[in-house]
């Protein structure tokens, strides 16, 4: 596994262990919040701020 940045670059076996494990409750992935893509400005300034405590889902 690969980390760079924010972003993370897997085998295909990597990725099926990390499916296993979030299913199982064994990855927790902290979630500050779901918001409409339409206040993805406003997710990007707060991000910038510092504001946000952990990741932030986009809602189409």
Request: hydrophobic share 45%.
């Amino acid at each position: 596994m690969t980390w760079c940045s924010d972003l993370v670059s897997t085998t295909p076996g990597e990725t099926v262990g990390l499916v296993a494990r979030a299913n199982d409750g064994r990855l927790r992935i902290d979630v500050a919040g779901r918001r409409p893509v339409a206040e993805l400005a406003t997710v990007h300034e707060e991000a910038a701020a510092g504001r946000l405590a952990g990741r932030t889902i986009l809602i189409p």
